[in-house]
């Protein structure tokens, strides 16, 4: 385990932001990971998972830890279900792959979601109708301030839309080192309603779709609308989509007949954020070498050498644009550094 000085964090982000860390250092086990934390001569201190959910807007002047523990781990199984053990330094699509290739039903509609196993329950990733939540158990994270491991069990956790515990009062304070999930041997439990899922199956002429048949149709439908981060920089969907009252909704179709909504209570809708963006004439957009990319509104895109402030100040003029059109707040989904 060696700690490096002035590295570029440029690899380490999907967005390809080029800030530099003081300090750099990998942890492949636990061990390192206890002993990196406790090091009091750098109290400054940044973990780095997938780094797909960030936009790094400066230099960081301090120690940056790189979380980079491997494998997968069959825990429990019966005839219905399994329970597997998935170190945090997984790629997420290599899991969702993993998964697929075993039969393992429950993670197929959250193929080729970018970052990594750690890093997901954070945001409680989700695409498609199926939310990490669905399949989750449990994690063990390991204390910030105290190195000590902890369990926390799916209530623990409190899974929201795009939030948990991680995101507020625990936010900074545990590095989720592995994570649990439940996932079917049988009868799985398909979702092919929401998005473009059914139509692609269709188009491929499969009736009676598998986990496989889904994940690819997932996949197709991802690359037709999402650029590649190791092509165009970017992080995938850069805002939450907005939850709003149903009485906000009708008044918004009395001027705007084709605004789309998903159901979510009895009193609230989901509007795409992508489609308030590409209705405030953002959709394709470049500023220089960044911008909106073409296909969809939700990305914001860095064509090579783009700054992070560059890209913050696009977002905050985006959401100012979005509230005054359709008053509707739209929120950040990435973490801004």
């Not at 009736?207 to 590649?228: C, D, F, G, H, W």
């Amino acid at each position: 385990m060696q700690i490096e000085q002035n590295t570029s964090l440029k690899p380490y982000n999907t967005f390809g932001i080029d800030v530099k860390a003081k300090h750099f250092v990998s942890v492949h086990s636990i061990q390192d990971l206890k002993e990196v934390l406790s090091l009091e001569n750098h109290p400054n201190k940044l973990i780095l998972g997938g780094g797909s959910n960030m936009l790094l807007t400066q230099d960081f002047n301090g120690l940056v830890i790189k979380v980079e523990l491997k494998g997968i781990e069959v825990l429990l199984e019966d005839s219905d279900f399994v329970t597997v053990k998935v170190q945090g330094g997984e790629v997420w699509h290599d899991l969702v792959l993993w998964s697929i290739k075993n039969d393992y039903g429950g993670l197929e509609n959250l193929s080729l979601i970018p970052g990594n196993v750690g890093t997901a329950p954070i945001q409680n990733i989700g695409a498609y109708g199926v939310e990490l939540k669905d399949s989750f158990e449990s994690c063990e994270a390991i204390s910030v301030e105290t190195q000590e491991l902890h369990t926390f069990s799916k209530e623990d956790c409190r899974f929201g839309y795009r939030n948990s515990i991680f995101k507020q009062e625990a936010k900074g304070k545990f590095i989720i080192t592995s994570v649990n999930f439940k996932l079917t041997k049988r009868n799985h439990k398909l979702h092919i309603q929401y998005g473009a899922i059914a139509s692609e199956l269709e188009k491929e002429g499969i009736k009676t779709p598998s986990i496989q048949a889904i994940s690819k149709a997932v996949i197709s439908i991802r690359e037709s609308k999402l650029p590649n981060p190791k092509e165009i920089g970017n992080c995938g969907s850069f805002f939450k989509n907005p939850i709003i009252l149903k009485s906000q909704y009708q008044t918004l179709l009395e001027n705007f007949e084709d605004i789309p909504s998903y159901p979510v209570s009895d009193d609230e809708v989901k509007v795409p954020a992508g489609w308030l963006i590409e209705k405030a004439g953002f959709k394709g957009k470049t500023f220089g070498n960044y911008g909106v990319h073409k296909n969809q509104a939700l990305v914001l895109v860095n064509y090579g050498g783009a700054k992070g402030d560059e890209v913050l100040n696009l977002s905050k003029l985006i959401q100012k644009t979005v509230n005054r059109i359709f008053n509707i707040s739209i929120e950040a989904e990435v973490n801004i550094l």
